[in-house]
């Protein structure tokens, strides 16, 4: 087995690969009644190795009675739905960005909960990160609605941001109260209007304030 190639989903690549099977190990456990199997389980347990980027990936293909012989499978690390942005690193910790840290630190909760298949956390994690920075930018202004408006009215946004901002607000009051639960692409649309409202707001900012137009006086 461990010569073995098993195509895998890859993290690092971002897709599935082929995987060089470093160790494998069988796990069934069988209760009986008698002569007869009452319960069933098997567990096949893929330590592998990407054969592009040589990522290590745990991957286990399981399945048990009733299932009629067909498996379903997990991996360790978890498929990554949406991979944190590069630029994300800068506003760790940094007073000029996020003037508290915790702010930075929701932020990448919210990943970690994208990355352990929790989309409703994600959701009101992000929910709870727009409130963050709509407090801090512009004040508490008593509700969501009213605290959007102004941070539109100000110009940190704009009245696109406002409209799409108002949607992702939408989806985490359902996540809280309605059950709601986002799809993949419903995710990846809701995390591209957060980042850019992020970016926006601190990134953006960082990188125009780093800008110096003033041509050098040559001595």
Partial sequence: MSNDIKKIYCNNCSRETKHS?????????VEEEGEQITYFE?????????????????FIESTFSGMNDEYYSVQYPPKTIRKEPKWLHRIDGDAILFKQSDKAEVFREIYIALKNNMPRLA???VRALLEMVMVEVIGDHGTFKKN???????????????EA?????????ASMHR???ASSSEI????????????????????VSKINPTPRVKI
């Fill in 179 to 181: 059950s709601y639960k």
């Fill in 148 to 162: 959007l408006s102004k941070l539109k009215d100000e110009g940190f946004i704009s009245k696109y941001q406002y």
């Fill in 165 to 173: 901002i108002d949607k992702v607000i939408e989806a985490g009051h």
């Fill in 21 to 29: 099977i470093l160790s494998y190990k069988k796990k069934v456990e």
């Fill in 123 to 125: 959701i009101m994690g």
């Fill in 188 to 207: 990846n649309s809701i995390m591209d209007i957060t980042e850019n409202v992020i970016e926006s707001i601190y990134i953006n900012k960082l990188n």
């Fill in 42 to 58: 098997e567990d096949n347990y893929y330590l592998s190795e990407c054969m592009g980027c040589e990522g290590i990936t745990l």
